[in-house]
């Protein structure tokens, strides 16, 4: 069996969907620094319509605060890239779909936007699955495309240790 890390993004979306199917849930994404990445390579497998209920992109402030409902105030005071933000991201995208669990993802790819509180490659993760919202920051380094595509390994990975937990409870 492949180490984690040593399968691709797509095996990885559709070992995810796989839990997902086993948990009979279905799973909705809510996006920002990584533009719809993973929605793109959930939806690239056949059969996810079995699992993927739907994807927000919502890169600017103003999409996060309309389609996911994140309070303006939440923004202005931890910023869009927090964990605060990811937690009311997630949250949001399971409230507004038919779906059971969640990933949200927020950050600074880069090149510009990074300050000294929060550099070039912090990303902030939010995922909710059996009822349980949890949040991570991450410092990625590398480019734009690099940071891009760490964020989207971790936040698949995140989601499959996550339904695999949930399972075993189960």
Same mark, same amino acid.
């Given at each position: *069996?492949?180490?984690?890390? %040593? ?8 070992? $995810? &969907? %796989? ?8 799973? $909705? ?25 739907? =994807? ?17 105030? $939440? ?5 869009? $890239? ?6 009311? *991201?997630?949250? =949001? ?9 969640? @990933?949200?993802?927020? &950050? ?19 995922? @909710?699955? %059996? ?40």
């Amino acid at each position: *069996m492949k180490n984690i890390a %040593d399968i691709t993004l797509k095996e990885l979306a559709a070992k $995810v &969907g %796989d839990r997902l199917l086993s948990c009979n849930e279905a799973l $909705v994404t809510a996006e920002s620094c990584t533009g719809g990445w993973v929605s793109m390579l959930v939806t690239s497998i056949a059969g996810s319509s079995a699992w993927f209920d739907r =994807g927000f992109v919502t890169y600017s402030n103003e999409a996060k605060q309309e389609m996911l409902a994140v309070d303006k105030l $939440v923004i202005e005071i931890h910023g869009a $890239v927090s964990e605060e933000v990811a937690r009311h *991201m997630v949250q =949001g995208a399971v409230e507004h779909s038919q779906a059971q669990a969640g @990933l949200s993802v927020t &950050g600074i790819a880069g090149p510009a936007g990074g300050t000294v509180e929060k550099p070039v490659g912090t990303v902030c993760f939010g995922w @909710l699955v %059996d009822g349980q919202c949890e949040t991570e920051t991450c410092y990625f380094s590398g480019d734009r495309e690099q940071i891009r595509e760490q964020s989207v390994r971790h936040v698949l990975t995140g989601m499959l240790a996550r339904l695999e937990r949930e399972n075993d409870r189960g």
